[in-house]
């Protein structure tokens, strides 16, 4: 379970509701199966694992990112990767 923390003088940022996203992920056991089940094979000696591929996918739609070029941003979280497993 994630305890989330509120700081009501901090900025909000567009990111800030992804760990209840992440959560529900992984509570529900919907991230693992699908890739465990996914048919992805990446042959290049620098390819990202499945998880990592699939995650930042999954990570950039729920930000709201409509353009490649917005993954990026995702580069700085620290914390919701990690909440996926991701690497």
Do not use: K
Not at 27 to 37: A, E, G, Y
Not at 50 to 65: E, K, N
């Amino acid at each position: 379970m994630i305890h989330v923390r509120c700081d009501t003088q901090a900025i909000a940022i567009p990111l800030g509701q992804l760990p209840f996203c992440t959560e529900f992920l992984q509570v529900n056991r919907l991230f693992d199966p699908w890739v465990n089940s996914c048919p992805l094979v990446l042959t290049s000696p620098n390819v990202p694992s499945t998880r990592d591929a699939l995650g930042t996918t999954v990570l950039s739609i729920l930000s709201g990112h409509q353009r490649y070029a917005h993954i990026s941003v995702l580069r700085g979280d620290t914390i919701n990767p990690a909440l996926l497993g991701m690497s």
